[in-house]
């Protein structure tokens, strides 16, 4: 079944600690976004792949980064966390946007101690 | 900049009532979606609006899209309990670049 898959779930670390938010799909999608959720609150934009090899940061500023080294595949990575990280990751793809909107993963809910 | 404004940010409503969901946003743009999220889980589409005029329907629910005034609406006809979620309308800020920027949310609450 086509779908997109976020690990983990959930995640408690502590400050300082590197971290790596996976994130693939078998759709063969060539968009990726992340965005980033506090409970309750609107998503935002902190990165976006139209395909491989392709990264832009988002309306959001954030200390994370992201590859695309695979269609499937787009992982976000922070060097060192902090309790600012604090927050819920969601990961989507598209291919067309216009005419079918996006898929979004399940998440994942960071806590950063 | 493209900002998108939905309201009311919260709603609790009867079962069985009628209400609408307000979703402005601040330039040109023929595409919006509408999607629905439960507490704790991600997004789920629920309806697509390509076109001005555009008229969905599915269940309780039906959302359209008037372009010109920049505004769509979801509208809740007899309310049912399972209906309770935050709802966020999106839309596309660009033709063609495919970048979603979301509203604020509403938090819709049903009562027994």
């Known amino acids: 079944e086509a779908d997109i898959y976020q690990t983990p779930r959930y995640l408690v670390i502590g400050t300082g600690k590197k971290i790596t938010l996976e994130c693939s799909q078998t759709?063969?999608?060539?968009?990726m976004y992340w965005y980033q959720q506090d409970p309750g609150m609107e998503l935002h934009l902190i990165h976006y792949s139209y395909g491989v090899n392709s990264t832009e940061k988002g309306d959001l500023s954030s200390e994370s980064t992201v590859s695309r080294i695979r269609t499937e595949h787009f992982p976000l990575t922070l060097e060192s966390a902090r309790p600012s990280h604090t927050s819920q990751y969601l990961c989507?793809?598209?291919?067309?946007?216009?005419?079918?909107?996006?898929?979004f993963g399940s998440g994942t809910r960071l806590t950063v101690v | 900049e493209l900002k998108v404004e939905q309201n009311p940010l919260f709603l609790s409503m009867q079962e069985g009532k009628n209400y609408t969901i307000y979703c402005n946003y601040s330039?040109?743009?023929?595409?919006l979606y509408w999607y629905r999220q439960d507490p704790g889980k991600s997004l789920e589409s629920l309806f697509v609006?390509?076109?001005?005029?555009a008229v969905k329907q599915e269940g309780r629910l039906m959302a359209s899209l008037d372009t010109k005034a920049r505004l769509s609406t979801l509208h809740i006809t007899a309310a049912v309990h399972d209906l309770s979620a935050t709802y966020f309308c999106?839309?596309?800020?660009?033709?063609?670049?495919?970048?979603?920027?979301f509203g604020t949310g509403t938090r819709l609450t049903i009562i027994p």
């Open positions: 330039t040109t743009s023929d595409r």
């Open positions: 989507a793809s598209s291919e067309e946007a216009g005419n079918y909107g996006y898929t």
């Open positions: 999106a839309v596309e800020a660009n033709f063609g670049n495919e970048k979603l920027t």
């Open positions: 759709m063969g999608h060539d968009k």
């Open positions: 609006l390509l076109s001005n005029g």
